[in-house]
């Protein structure tokens, strides 16, 4: 089982943490969302629950939840800027699908 981060992901998460003062790490995770089923969840982790499970890359910690690693296994989080557009990339190799804006996907 395995979750990568970039470089690139991996700097904006840390200017991320500094800049909010405090937290751990950056949560990955899915919910069901959108026209294929499931969407990704960024959030900022401050606390770690007993069933965590926690990559590190580049110094940074990405905390994964059991269910959500099922689906996102293997996956690489980049960080990109396309044109006046940017934000972070997921390179999931288990998506099957994903629906015609890119929010949500399928497996």
Same mark, same amino acid.
């Given at each position: 089982?395995?979750?990568? =981060?970039?470089?690139?992901?991996?700097?904006?998460?840390?200017? %991320?943490?500094? @800049?909010?003062? *405090?937290?751990?790490?950056?949560?990955?995770?899915? *919910?069901?969302?959108?026209?294929?089923?499931?969407?990704? !969840?960024?959030? %900022?982790? $401050?606390? =770690? @629950?007993?069933?965590?499970?926690? %990559?590190?890359?580049?110094?940074?910690?990405? !905390?994964?939840?059991?269910?959500?690693?099922?689906?996102? $296994?293997?996956?690489?989080?980049?960080?990109?800027?396309?044109?006046? @557009?940017?934000? %972070? *990339?997921?390179? @999931?190799?288990?998506?099957?699908?994903?629906?015609?804006?890119?929010?949500?996907?399928?497996?």
């Amino acid at each position: 089982m395995s979750i990568t =981060l970039t470089e690139k992901a991996a700097e904006r998460v840390r200017t %991320f943490l500094e @800049n909010r003062g *405090k937290g751990i790490g950056l949560r990955l995770g899915v *919910k069901t969302s959108g026209c294929s089923g499931l969407g990704y !969840v960024l959030e %900022f982790v $401050d606390v =770690l @629950n007993d069933d965590d499970l926690v %990559f590190e890359q580049h110094g940074v910690k990405v !905390v994964v939840d059991p269910k959500s690693l099922v689906y996102l $296994d293997g996956i690489e989080l980049d960080y990109v800027k396309e044109g006046l @557009n940017e934000g %972070f *990339k997921y390179n @999931n190799p288990n998506v099957k699908e994903s629906c015609g804006c890119g929010e949500s996907f399928h497996v």
